[in-house]
């Protein structure tokens, strides 16, 4: 996006516009992602709001079967780049998809999503992204905590869901307890539910990140 002054409608054209700002600006997986599922056996992944692919680029390198899913063409057609690049290309699937109306048709072994935010309410959209995990599968959230700031030095946009200046807007936050309660406890097992806080460093400024990580293993 162009600045923090621009409003977040979360639809296509503000993430067409916000990876057009972001371009040229790759950053690492979250460090969530290997410490939530090195433990599982690879199978289908989605990655549902993808953005430049970083995740699901690394979940193929550790031999998972992936689906990309994102709204923003742009974006799409950069992680297309970096998985020819990783030589995984193979193990990557890209969809152009609108979230709060896109179905896959399948299930899937393990369902990630990375401070995503369509244009719907953040929870509704959770419960979404439960819905196409498989049984036995794997969900794992990881989202902006409400009442998250931001110690940002020369503010610029371009980690991969953040917003402007790196303070997201408060309906794009949740708390912790809301996300678990969006999991009914005769579906899913909760394995990991925290609050963290981490920092990004960026080439030119350094993100001061708290977040929510939600683990859980659908069991019916």
Same mark, same amino acid.
């Given at each position: 996006?162009?600045?923090? !002054?621009?409003?977040?409608?979360?639809?296509?054209?503000?993430?067409?516009?916000?990876?057009?700002?972001?371009?040229?600006?790759?950053?690492?997986?979250?460090?969530?992602?290997?410490?939530?599922?090195?433990?599982?056996?690879?199978?289908?992944?989605?990655?549902?709001?993808?953005?430049?692919?970083?995740?699901?680029?690394?979940?193929?390198?550790?031999?998972?079967?992936?689906?990309?899913?994102?709204?923003?063409?742009?974006?799409?057609?950069?992680?297309?780049?970096?998985?020819?690049?990783?030589?995984?290309?193979?193990?990557?699937?890209?969809?152009?998809?609108?979230?709060?109306?896109?179905?896959?048709?399948?299930?899937?072994? @393990?369902?990630?999503?990375?401070?995503?935010?369509?244009?719907?309410?953040?929870?509704?959209?959770?419960?979404?992204?439960?819905?196409?995990?498989?049984?036995?599968?794997?969900?794992?959230?990881?989202?902006? @905590?409400?009442?998250?700031?931001?110690?940002?030095?020369?503010?610029?946009?371009?980690?991969?869901?953040?917003?402007?200046?790196? !303070?997201?807007?408060?309906?794009?936050?949740?708390?912790?307890?809301?996300?678990?309660?969006?999991?009914?406890?005769?579906?899913?097992?909760?394995?990991?539910?925290?609050?963290?806080?981490?920092?990004?460093?960026?080439?030119?400024?350094? @993100?001061?990140?708290?977040?929510?990580?939600?683990?859980?293993?659908?069991?019916?």
């Amino acid at each position: 996006m162009k600045g923090p !002054q621009m409003t977040h409608t979360f639809d296509k054209q503000y993430w067409e516009q916000h990876w057009n700002s972001a371009a040229g600006q790759p950053t690492p997986p979250n460090p969530y992602l290997a410490e939530q599922t090195g433990g599982l056996t690879p199978g289908s992944a989605l990655d549902a709001g993808c953005g430049e692919g970083t995740e699901a680029i690394w979940l193929a390198a550790q031999g998972w079967q992936v689906t990309g899913a994102d709204i923003s063409a742009q974006a799409l057609e950069e992680a297309s780049k970096r998985a020819a690049g990783a030589a995984v290309a193979d193990r990557v699937r890209w969809v152009e998809a609108d979230l709060t109306t896109w179905e896959p048709g399948s299930r899937f072994d @393990l369902v990630v999503t990375n401070y995503a935010h369509p244009a719907m309410p953040q929870l509704d959209f959770y419960r979404r992204a439960a819905g196409w995990v498989a049984e036995g599968g794997t969900l794992l959230i990881v989202g902006h @905590l409400h009442g998250h700031t931001s110690d940002v030095r020369h503010p610029a946009p371009g980690h991969s869901h953040e917003h402007g200046a790196g !303070q997201p807007p408060e309906h794009a936050t949740v708390t912790l307890a809301d996300t678990v309660a969006v999991l009914d406890a005769d579906r899913w097992r909760i394995e990991t539910a925290e609050e963290r806080h981490r920092t990004l460093q960026m080439p030119d400024r350094e @993100l001061a990140l708290s977040d929510l990580v939600v683990r859980a293993v659908r069991i019916g």
